[in-house]
């Protein structure tokens, strides 16, 4: 309404599903009780202007990437959940040997499952029973579209709740 309020012309806005992206054919078997977990990585700091709000996020959390998969990879342990992880890309040379350590750390706890990153997030969504995704990434969009729970997780809790970005997620 916002947007067509604006424009001078008569215009149709509809909402559609998300996009499918690449997706192998590798097979997927889980868990019943899994949850899958989607973050994405910070290849350079200097990247994200610090005069933006992920910027701002990144700068003022430093350690967000392994608070964010080890608080979840906890409390999923704790109920007997398994975690399914699946990172972007397997080998990116643009990686911090930071996360790659935190990766390797992360692939040791015997309930997380890390998934082939070529198998796409919407089918690793559709077989899970919720997903946990780092605000505000895509991800959670897919749990939507097949009416399955999803939450945004910020560790550090600074990002408002009410933030306008979650689109009720």
């Not at 997903?131 to 505000?136: D, Q």
């Not at 939450?151 to 600074?158: A, E, L």
Request: glycine share 2%; charged share 30%.
């Amino acid at each position: 309404d916002f947007l067509a309020s604006k424009l001078k012309s008569k215009i149709n806005i509809y909402e559609d599903k998300p996009l499918s992206f690449f997706d192998s054919k590798d097979s997927l078997d889980l868990p019943i009780n899994s949850i899958a977990v989607f973050d994405f990585e910070v290849y350079k700091e200097s990247s994200y202007p610090s005069w933006s709000t992920i910027g701002e996020y990144f700068t003022q959390n430093r350690n967000f990437e392994e608070e964010f998969l080890f608080k979840i990879q906890k409390i999923l342990d704790e109920y007997d959940f398994a975690m399914i992880y699946k990172c972007k890309k397997l080998s990116d040379q643009r990686s911090r040997v930071k996360r790659k350590n935190l990766l390797a750390k992360l692939a040791k706890c015997k309930n997380v499952i890390m998934v082939n990153p070529d198998i796409s997030a919407e089918r690793i969504t559709s077989k899970c029973k919720a997903t946990i995704s780092l605000p505000f990434t895509s991800t959670a969009h897919y749990a939507y579209n097949y009416k399955k729970k999803s939450v945004y997780f910020d560790p550090s809790g600074w990002i408002n709740k009410e933030d306008k970005a979650a689109y009720g997620i």
